[in-house]
């Protein structure tokens, strides 16, 4: 079982970075594939990004490619969002995924196991 607990997020204006952050309890966190995901009001669930194990690999949408960078910390349990040159379309509750059965997560909402409660990113125009 893995817990996952995001923060970070807040209100900003269009143009401005924030970074977010989620903590994992599961001692193993290492040997979990990592996504971020987003669900803006009236949308489904989007894929943002993905990071393998070692944090050597990662995936990224096409809307955040070259604004937004995914890593890892797997000494301190913890994954990444660094988000730069936000903008109003980014306004949604970011969510941090877990895959414990492979070594790179996909797009896809069903294959990740464990979820964060999420944390709320407004980007005012």
């Known amino acids: 079982q893995v817990t996952l607990v995001e923060s970070g997020g807040g209100l900003v204006q269009a143009g401005a970075s924030l970074r977010l952050s989620c903590a994992a309890s599961?001692?193993?966190?290492?040997?979990?594939?990592m996504s971020w995901f987003r669900q803006a009001p009236g949308k489904e669930r989007e894929f943002v990004a993905a990071?393998?194990?070692?944090?050597?690999?990662?995936d990224y949408a096409d809307s955040v490619k070259g604004r937004f960078t995914i890593s890892r910390d797997n000494d301190k349990n913890m994954l990444y969002l660094q988000m730069n040159s936000l903008k109003p379309e980014d306004t949604a509750v970011y969510y941090c995924?877990?895959?414990?059965?492979?070594?790179?997560?996909?797009?896809?909402?069903?294959?990740?196991?464990?979820w964060g409660q999420g944390t709320q990113v407004t980007v005012s125009s």
């Open positions: 995924a877990a895959d414990g059965s492979t070594w790179f997560g996909g797009r896809e909402i069903a294959a990740y196991d464990y």
């Open positions: 599961e001692r193993t966190f290492s040997t979990y594939a």
């Open positions: 990071v393998s194990w070692s944090g050597g690999h990662t």
